[in-house]
């Protein structure tokens, strides 16, 4: 997917859903979810019978192994592929394309070049007919939210790394989902930077109050964040364990119950 595709997927989208009876005990719920990939030279299995929901306001990480389908599963939950069987809903209702109920953040920037910060946090609002002034008022909560209160201005080839990224979980928060995305969000930044943004993360994420759901393949990062981690296996994509990380926050990576969730994740992984 393009940088503008992924910014477009992630600020905005249709709002198909088919209204459905709701689901109190999960925002997101993945049930039997199947995905094939057919050809005339062969069909690949890429996930299999995936199982697992997220409740309100739970910050869930997925990881596995190469292969294991990770951003597949991904992909279908926001819309932007179909499954071959199975269900994903979100509140009840069956995710059948993208929709401002969920944000997406990729690990590609996917920030508009010719657009300053504050005009690419506001794409997501623009396509939903948000007026001025709400729309800059939102725009400036949300800067303020990420700390880039004083690069409204900017353009993204004069940010950071680690700055682009905030713009674009601005971007995403501006339109109010239900459901925030990240694919591999911090991938492409360095250690110490992803360390800050880590805590920034969860800053975020206890004062919106929002459902995460967050795909990593870097185990220590699962651990650091995440109420549960979703542990898939390959060939085909599968569901081994679901893993809750019972240490408070903020949790310290040379702590002993830390690091016997770290080995015990990745036995899984290799298994």
């Known amino acids: 997917m393009s940088d503008d595709a992924n ?4 600020a905005a989208g249709d709002t198909s859903a088919t209204a459905a009876d709701s689901d109190e005990a999960a925002t997101v719920s993945v049930d039997s979810l199947g995905k094939t990939y057919a050809s005339d030279r062969r069909t690949v299995e890429a996930l299999s019978d995936v199982e697992f929901a997220v409740e309100d306001g739970e910050f869930v990480c997925i990881v596995g192994p190469s292969g294991c389908g990770k951003t597949t599963l ?7 592929e179909d ?3 199975g269900a994903v809903t979100l ?4 995710v059948t394309g993208p929709g ?22 506001a794409f997501g609002l623009e396509e939903q007919g948000v007026e001025e002034p709400a729309r800059s008022e939102r725009v400036t909560e949300m800067l303020e939210l990420v700390g880039l209160d004083g690069f409204a201005d900017a353009y993204p080839k004069e940010l950071s790394g680690g700055m682009k990224q905030r713009v674009g979980i601005a971007r995403a928060l501006a339109v109010d989902p239900e459901l ?11 250690a110490q930077t992803r360390d800050m943004l880590h805590g920034e993360l969860l800053d975020i994420w206890a004062e919106t109050d929002k459902t995460v759901l967050f795909v990593t393949h870097d185990v220590e990062e699962a651990v650091t964040l995440a109420d549960r981690v979703v542990v898939m296996a390959a060939n085909p994509g599968r569901v081994r364990e679901i893993v809750s990380v019972d240490i408070d926050r903020p949790r310290e990576r040379t702590e002993s119950e830390f690091a016997a969730y770290v080995e015990r994740i990745r036995g899984l992984i290799g298994e």
Do not use: H
């Open 7 to 10: 910014a477009d997927a992630g």
């Open 74 to 80: 991904f992909r279908i939950i926001a819309g932007l």
């Open 100 to 121: 401002t109920d969920r944000g997406m953040v990729f690990q590609e920037y996917g920030l508009f070049p010719w657009r300053t910060v504050s005009e690419n946090v």
């Open 180 to 190: 925030f995305l990240m694919d591999e969000p911090f991938g492409a930044v360095d």
């Open 83 to 85: 499954a071959t069987s």
């Open 91 to 94: 509140d009840g209702s069956p």
